[in-house]
């Protein structure tokens, strides 16, 4: 499963201590003090047989089910199934062809079967039960990642929402597929399935496995029966049923097909065409082949996440779902594809025995994201998104979170930041640390091992060391089974004398714990590199090392992979010197940011090597020279270099942040092209090109609106809506300020630009007070945690005390704008 909000790390953290926690007494926690074990195996599953058919008006579904078990060692006379919120009509022991009655209890979670005998180990047997589901009526709780748990989703069951479809998904993880099915609901469990489901003729359906049979019924149904054949956990079983269009692809002899709603069928492949691509990367990598009989996505509207690894059966939620102007910036969730892709190896072939041990899934599934772009687009995409993962995490406030956890308040907890970007950055420095070749082996022989079964952290472990020949508990014990992360200061010296440099390494973390690990130190003398491997141990660390003249540069962590907040003591030039002869994705940007933030440390060789940065061969570098630009005065000799990106960069995004930064110039010789630049393919380009223009010709910008809107997504409508506040008038206050109260941390980042914009159109005093207070309010608030936040709208507070004065010359409303204008400086001061 991907979690989408893991990329808004930062604003998490500033929310989560924004809003003032309640005071939590004992009688509140008492998760502290439950050890979360594996699940009991009493009974093992066998075989699950499904036969169900929906009500469409109800939002229920009638099912009957045979379950095939086995006791797992010791022998029983009674069964346990999850089964929440369903009427139970039938519970029996099927024998010789006939349904024996069974007496059993329910309590609406449990159904507690009394077989009729004693079953050993070696007994098979199957009990068949008739049941209603009724997912609606179900109460339970989500988390941030699965924010709801009900199992099974009527989405607009009786056609009564204008322009959304009517369809069914179920979502499993992490024990929501007893709301559906009778089963043994935890991920320690493995079966075959058969599902057989009774939808109208007009839909398609998708489950798990292959389809087998289709039988069209007398009263406009059709049932289809979908049979997989290899085992796997219940968490994974998955139905849906949908008006889709099925596009049809290929990975060797086996199906890959694409379930979307049909108004994205000619763009399905640019979504999803990678697919067969990765499966072979991902064969590779492992050395095992796709396991499974198919693979099919199916997108869901109203999704409760980003996506889930259903095995054969990945569903995405319907953000994939993009058109060719939305593709023209790039799949901006090709990492969603291949994330649940690879779960199919980690996850699904090999699934967690428990949710504390949730890394053997999840952060392999965030690594893969990894390994995919440094293999289909270069080191500088992967290296790009390893780093970015790794500021996910730490940002996210979870220092005292172990990896492997078996303390938590519910399981759908295990679903953050640690489990997946601090689990994919751990195997990241694994993979540095014993080699590639040693690390996809070790892979290989850890899913050879467990196939088709359940693993925790310690057979990774073990298979790990099987192939190495070492001992690897003190990596595991540091950063699987503990927490936290280094905060190193880095400091340097030479002594010209003694021809010795010196590198001063100190752990600074809060905590007292010390973290042992390797580092590469990279020491230059010309051109000329030579790496050095250090052990850190102790808080403090020195290390000394011969070196004829004083270096160009020493370069920690060479190949910056260390999951570490770093604090370097450089200089500018050593940083330029960095980016030109370090040279990966880490050394540019590191180099970039500091030049943009010590600007005054020497203005004339910053402006010069941000000048250079502008050519970067990689796009995101260009991409965080041109943003870091933003919101400072534009140096003329870079406007060329702007305006060249803006024209012609080949990233699409990279042209749209350039028209932006142009913007800031506010020159009226750029109105024809920002003008063009709204008709452009992009919708990226379209919205700043909008939003630009504006800023030179308001009324124009405003007389585009109306073309605009017929065909306005993402950037484009974002900018599409600001663009509108410069319509609105004092008559809107109410809801505008409304909107702006009610709206929660995350969408005031972006709603306070947008307020202080339409407070231009203001007249009236008290609304201006009141909105520019409230927008103050929250950016101070926001300082603590996003001071550039806070910069940018003191920014735009300065661009509406231009706008007001600008307007003193046409309103007759003189006084009320003086008034505003006088609120204004004072707040700026």
């Known amino acids: ?66 379950i095939t078990l086995h006791p797992h060692f010791y022998t029983t006379d009674s069964l346990i199934l999850d089964a929440k919120g369903m009427n139970i009509n039938t519970v029996a022991l099927v024998q010789n062809g006939t349904n024996k009655p069974l007496a059993y209890r329910y309590d609406s979670l449990e159904l507690h079967i009394a077989l009729d005998k004693q079953y050993t180990a070696a007994d098979n047997y199957t009990v068949y039960i008739d049941y209603v589901s009724k997912p609606n009526e179900l109460k339970a709780e ?58 109208p003729d007009k839909y398609v359906t998708l489950s798990n496995g292959l389809l087998t049979a289709q039988k069209k019924n007398t009263d406009g149904t059709r049932s289809d029966t979908w049979k997989m054949t290899q085992p ?107 994330h649940e892709l690879f779960h199919q190896w980690f996850g699904d072939l090999v699934t967690a025995e428990s949710w504390s041990n949730l890394t053997v899934n999840e952060s392999f599934a965030n690594y893969s994201e990894t390994m995919w772009k440094e293999f289909k687009y270069g080191k500088d995409e992967g290296a790009e998104q390893n780093y970015d993962d790794m500021q996910g995490y730490l940002h996210s406030g979870s220092d005292n979170k172990d990896l492997v956890r078996f303390y938590y308040r519910t399981h759908e907890d295990m679903f953050d930041a640690v489990s997946y970007n601090k689990g994919g950055r751990i195997l990241h420095m694994l993979r540095h640390y014993i080699g590639d070749s040693a690390f996809f082996k070790s892979l290989n022989l850890y899913l050879t091992q ?68 390797p580092v590469d130190i990279d020491i230059y003398n010309g051109t000329l590199k030579k790496r050095y491997t250090v052990w850190i141990s102790n808080k403090a660390d020195t290390f000394s090392f011969a070196v004829p003249a004083k270096p160009e540069l020493i370069n920690v962590d060479g190949d910056k992979i260390l999951l570490a907040l770093k604090e370097e003591h450089k200089t500018l030039a050593e940083y330029i010197y960095q980016y030109k002869y370090a040279g990966n994705y880490v050394d540019r940007r590191e180099a970039v940011e500091y030049a943009l933030e010590h600007m005054d440390e020497n203005p004339k060789e910053a402006i010069a090597f941000i000048a250079q940065a502008l050519n970067d061969s990689y796009a995101g570098i260009r991409n965080i020279v041109i943003k870091g630009l933003i919101g400072n005065p534009l140096d003329e000799t870079l406007v060329p270099k702007v305006e060249k990106i803006a024209k012609s960069d080949v990233k699409r995004t990279n042209r749209a942040a350039a028209i932006s930064l142009l913007s800031t110039l506010q020159r009226p010789t750029d109105e024809a092209f920002f003008l063009k630049a709204t008709t452009d393919s992009s919708y990226s380009v379209a ?49 505008m300020y409304q909107a702006f109260s009610s709206a929660t941390m995350y969408e005031k980042f972006e709603q306070g630009f947008t307020f202080l914009a339409y407070l231009s159109k203001v007249e009236d005093t008290e609304h201006f007070k009141t ?52 609120l204004l400086e004072e707040k700026l001061k």
């Open 687 to 735: 919205g700043a090109g909008l939003l630009a223009l504006a800023e030179v010709n308001e009324a124009k910008a405003i007389a585009q609106l109306n073309f605009l809107k017929k065909d306005a997504r993402d950037n484009l409508e974002d900018a599409v809506e600001k663009i509108e506040v410069f319509t609105l008038t004092d008559s809107h206050f109410d809801s």
């Open 771 to 822: 909105g520019l207070n409230a927008v103050s309010a929250f950016s101070r608030q926001a300082a603590a945690f996003a001071p550039k936040y806070r910069t940018a709208i003191l920014k735009d507070m300065q661009k509406l005390l231009k706008r007001k004065k600008a307007a003193l010359t046409q309103t007759s409303n003189k006084q009320a704008v003086e008034a505003e204008i006088k």
């Open 232 to 338: 796997h956990a219940p968490y994974l079983f998955f139905m849906g049923v949908g008006d889709f269009a099925v596009i049809k692809d290929k990975y060797k002899d086996k199906d890959v097909w694409y379930y979307v709603e049909k108004e994205y069928a000619p763009t399905a492949k640019g979504i999803f065409g990678l697919t067969p691509e990765m499966m072979a990367f991902y064969g590779r990598i492992t050395g095992i082949d796709y396991p499974w009989a198919k693979y099919s996505q199916m997108t869901g509207r109203d999704y409760v996440s980003g996506a889930m690894e259903n095995t054969t059966a990945t569903l995405h939620t319907d953000k994939l779902q993009q058109n060719a102007r939305q593709l023209a910036d790039g799949n901006k969730y090709e990492e969603y594809v291949a």
């Open 450 to 517: 467990n196939k088709f079964k359940s693993a925790e952290t310690h057979q990774l472990r073990m298979a790990f060391e099987e192939i190495t020949g070492q001992d690897l508990n003190w990596y595991f014990n540091q950063w699987y089974y503990g927490s936290g992360h280094p905060h190193l200061d880095i400091s340097y010296n030479y002594n010209d004398t003694a021809k010795k440099a010196t590198v001063y390494i100190t752990q600074m973390q809060v905590s007292n714990k010390v973290f042992r690990m």
């Open 1 to 66: 499963m991907i979690k989408y909000v893991l990329t808004a790390c930062a604003l998490a953290s500033f929310a989560a201590v924004a809003q003032e926690p309640a005071k939590k007494t004992r009688q509140e926690e008492p998760w502290k003090k439950q050890y979360r074990a594996t699940a009991l195996k009493t009974n093992d599953l066998v075989h699950t047989k499904l036969d169900v058919r929906f009500d469409y008006d109800k939002a229920y579904m009638y099912g009957k089910a045979w």
């Open 142 to 199: 989500g988390s941030a990642a699965i924010t709801d748990a009900k199992g099974l989703y009527f989405i607009n069951p009786k056609g009564e929402e204008k322009n959304k479809p009517t369809q069914i998904w179920t979502q499993g993880e992490t024990e929501a597929t007893s709301a559906w099915c009778p089963t043994i609901d935890h991920p320690n469990q493995k079966t075959t399935e058969e599902i057989t489901m009774t939808v």
